[in-house]
């Protein structure tokens, strides 16, 4: 098993950055990747960036490439999810997500462990 612990979001304004956290515990060599998700209300769950452990080697959803940016460190079996320039809208829930492959690992059915969500609500 492997448990995910998010840290904890908040209200910001639009132009801000945040920065949000996922600690890994358990069984971590047995997930390879790792994921950002996010889902707002009413929407489907979708995947705004991934990383893999070993090589650092990420991928971003066309929406936040050049604002957001996903890092890891292994040390602390931590992995991070910087965004600048937030936009306002709908309240999000991001979740951090954990999955046993290492390829191909981009719609919410591929991940296989859940943190429980976080939300950031982006608003004036």
């Known amino acids: 098993q492997v448990q995910l612990l998010e840290s904890r979001g908040g209200l910001v304004q639009p132009g801000d950055s945040l920065t949000l956290s996922c600690i890994v515990s358990?069984?971590?060599?047995?997930?390879?990747?790792m994921g950002w998700f996010r889902q707002a209300p009413g929407k489907e769950r979708e995947l705004v960036a991934g990383?893999?452990?070993?090589?650092?080697?990420?991928i971003y959803a066309d929406s936040v490439r050049g604002r957001f940016t996903i890092s890891r460190d292994k040390a602390k079996n931590t992995i991070y999810k910087q965004m600048n320039n937030l936009k306002p809208g709908d309240p999000t829930v991001y979740y951090c997500a954990a999955t046993h492959c290492a390829v191909g690992v981009i719609t919410a059915a591929d991940y296989d462990y859940w943190g429980q969500g976080t939300q950031v609500t982006v608003s004036s």
């Open positions: 990383i893999r452990w070993n090589h650092g080697s990420d």
């Open positions: 358990g069984r971590t060599s047995s997930t390879p990747a």
